[in-house]
């Protein structure tokens, strides 16, 4: 019971790493506010974790959804220990739209930034003011490692997820300067086999050489686990990481690490 008696709230909850994170918060005893657009899946979730769970439907682009949520949670429960600024896209979920840095158009650059981008930046601003009851509380802003490395295919992507890299050092500062015990560290993780593959993945028979060739650089040679990005994050959520703040940590099977020689068969 890891985190007993915290209060997190998590965006982009309804699937993938979000619901992960939510499921690992819950069962280490925090209260959990599973939040995201997507409502069905969103209640689905909160459901699973039970009575130390509530969904609320929360767009991270809306700064008034930010505002009256946290303002609620404070009514509610009078403090918030933990934000998970996770919701996030690629730019790819309705179809192949150009994002290489010659073809990408303005509006699906910016399309990618405001959830990406905005809307960490609005979760840092609210969570900030919410911990300020309290003076102390744990951010975790969930990048990539496409924000450390370029991605000529995913440009807006990838420029989004540095720059969650670099406003978490910002915040980190700003909190350190304010004289608050409001930490905030970054995620970074490369693969995460996440609903988000399943369409490049595919179910036939192919679907084994598809998950093969998508890691053949990566040195462990397999997809990560959401589960092992949520552990992360409870260790960064936890008092255990009390010294942590404005430092990142990768999941990425050691491909940020170089090159790895061919493993003997």
């Known amino acids: 019971m890891r985190l007993k008696g915290k209060i997190a709230l998590v965006t982009g909850a309804a699937r993938g790493i979000g619901e992960s994170i939510a499921l690992h918060f819950a069962a280490e005893g925090a209260f959990v506010y599973v939040t995201d657009i997507d409502e069905e899946n969103g209640e689905k979730v909160a459901l699973a974790i039970g009575q130390c769970a509530r969904f609320r439907l929360l767009d991270v682009r809306d700064e008034r959804g930010w505002q009256k949520l946290t303002a609620d949670i404070l009514q509610e429960h009078g403090r918030l220990d933990i934000v998970v600024n996770n919701a996030g896209i690629t730019g790819f979920e309705e179809g192949f739209v150009p994002h290489d840095p010659e073809h990408t158009s303005l509006a699906a650059w910016r399309k990618v930034h405001e959830t990406n981008l905005d809307g960490v930046f609005l979760g840092c601003k609210y969570a900030i003011k919410a911990m300020r009851a309290t ?46 015990t409001v930490r905030c560290n970054s995620i970074h993780p490369a693969a995460i086999l996440t609903p988000m593959w399943e369409p490049m993945l595919g179910n036939g028979p192919d679907r084994a050489a598809n998950m093969a060739a998508f890691v053949q650089d990566t040195p462990l040679r397999r997809f990560g686990l959401p589960a092992e990005v949520a552990c992360v994050a409870v260790m960064l959520a936890s008092d255990e990481s009390a010294y942590l703040t404005g430092t990142e940590i990768n999941i990425d099977g050691g491909i940020l690490a170089g090159s790895a020689g061919t493993p003997a068969k």
């Open 135 to 180: 003076g102390q509380g744990s951010i975790i802003n969930i990048s990539s490692r496409s924000g450390i490395v370029g991605i000529p295919t995913a440009a807006a992507y990838a420029s989004s997820k540095a720059a969650v890299r670099n406003h978490t050092k910002s915040v980190a500062l700003y909190c350190a300067q304010q004289n608050l």
